[in-house]
């Protein structure tokens, strides 16, 4: 098994665990984790991901109240250009100390009981997650974290930007770049018409 301090998402909070009431920033820049989105909307492994905000320390364990910044690419949805811009998330999560149910741990930030527990702590925040301290308190690992944060944060309907006028739907010119584009229904027909006679006479 890989030490926890090799992982490339691991960070010391081994003096703010110590006590409650402790604080510790961070500013730091991880890779992304693999599985953030796909290659249409995502984040690409080992993209720069910056955390930055503090770990404070409570009784149970340690808050991390943190800004990540990632770089997002995707496509828009109307006018199907590829859009590469830094997605920025706000984050509480919990981090509670393993001796408090050390009978049943096992499994990463799992989506089990814990959860409610720390709803009741936290009071209202729905975007709370938890997730474990490892090696005894020493190491909070942030891999798990940034996944679940940013892989709920893509965009579902990403525009290049609010007002995109998309394509054409008839013959998928981009809109925003010929804004007085349209289609007359009788210029239609009379290009079609002016086709046949090109025919007819024999020029194609
Ligand atoms: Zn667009
Ligand atoms: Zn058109």
């Known amino acids: 098994m890989a030490r926890t301090e090799d992982s490339p998402w691991a960070v010391s909070v081994a003096q703010v665990a110590s006590r409650p009431g402790q604080s510790k920033e961070i500013d730091a ?20 991901v910056s955390v930055v905000g503090s770990f404070d320390s409570i009784v149970d364990g340690l808050i991390l109240n943190a800004r990540i910044s990632a770089p997002v690419h995707a496509e828009c949805t109307r006018c199907l250009k590829p859009i590469q811009r830094d997605w920025t998330v706000n984050v509480t999560s919990f981090f509670p100390y393993e001796d408090k149910s050390a009978a049943g741990k096992g499994g990463k930030a799992g989506k089990n009981g ?20 490892l090696d005894g308190g020493a190491w909070a690992d942030l891999e798990a974290l940034l996944r679940d944060t940013l892989v709920e944060e893509l965009p579902l309907q990403p525009l290049c930007k609010p007002d995109c006028k998309g394509l054409c739907s008839q013959c998928g010119i981009d809109l925003n770049e010929n804004p007085d584009h349209q289609h007359d229904m ?10 046949l006679k090109a025919k007819l006479e024999g020029k194609e």
């Open 186 to 195: 009788t210029d239609i027909r009379f290009a079609a018409l002016e086709g």
């Open 114 to 133: 814990k959860e409610e527990e720390v709803d009741i702590i936290a009071g209202e925040d729905e975007a709370e997650d938890t997730y474990p301290l």
């Open 29 to 48: 820049t991880f890779p992304a984790p693999s599985g953030i989105g796909d290659e249409i909307v995502g984040v690409d492994e080992g993209a720069d």
